[in-house]
Nanobody, 127 residues
């Protein structure tokens, strides 16, 4: 069983919504940090949303605040990303990431924090 498997990607028009899901193994679901990252074509992978288990808090990149919501399903062991009012600049490959122990609040949206990654799911937003 793969540790982190993303699903829910697709193509929508600007203004639409998508919900991504990351199915995590139990080992990764209980990680201290769980996050979603986006990588647009030709750009660096950037953190968009994360959950810090130790404090029970969620964190968002400024570019997605008010549009994206990260949540967890403790029955299904999934980490979800609800994305509303999407824009073309939200286009990219979305990755689920987990770090079991060595992550901190101040760096929770940094790519270097995470050692474990899914393979990604593509989101395309048309104008």
């Amino acid at each position: 069983q793969e540790g982190l498997v993303e699903s829910g990607g697709g193509s929508v028009q600007a203004g639409g919504s998508l919900r991504l899901s990351c199915a995590a193994s139990r080992y990764f679901y209980t990680s201290n940090c769980l996050a979603w990252f986006r990588q647009a074509p030709g750009k660096e992978r950037e953190g968009v949303a994360a959950f810090y288990r130790g404090l029970g808090k969620s964190y968002y990149a400024d570019s997605v605040k008010g549009r994206f919501t990260i949540s967890r399903d403790n029955v299904k062991d999934t980490v979800n990303l609800q994305m509303n009012n999407l824009k073309p600049e939200h286009t990219g490959m979305y990755f689920c990431a987990a770090d079991k122990y060595d992550c901190y609040e101040f760096s929770i949206l940094k790519k270097s924090t995470y050692k474990n990654w899914g393979k990604g799911t593509q989101i395309t937003i048309s104008s």
